[in-house]
């Protein structure tokens, strides 16, 4: 099955969701949504990846085009990942089936 849509959701430590939003928008996101979280690492997942897990993240939800999405999750880990001040992880889930947007936002979402 092909899905025309990607949710890409971007953790990152708060304080860097327009960075994960401007990157996303110069490759063709048109917006986003941020939620406020905490982080939960144990003290042994931070020595595995060698960082420092800040508690207070942001989560940053982009509905994309499927065709945009490897772009910006390279975008994205470039940016910010883990080896940033913004320590974030990207990942994106497939969607099928999106309601509230036009033919042509939907096509440029």
């Known amino acids: 099955m092909k899905f025309e849509h990607e949710a890409i959701f971007c953790i990152v430590n708060s304080g860097y969701s327009e960075v994960v939003m401007d990157e996303a928008k110069k490759l063709g996101a048109r917006g986003g949504t941020v939620i406020n979280a905490r982080g939960t690492a144990s003290k042994d997942a931070e020595a595995f990846f060698g960082v420092t897990v800040q508690p207070e993240k942001e989560i940053v939800m982009i509905l994309v085009p499927a065709k945009k999405k490897d772009d910006i999750l390279t975008a994205l880990y470039e940016n910010v990942g883990l080896s940033s001040a913004g320590q974030g992880i ?15 936002q939907s096509e440029n979402a």
């Open 90 to 104: 990207a990942f994106s889930l497939p969607v099928d089936g999106v309601v509230g947007l036009t033919k042509e």
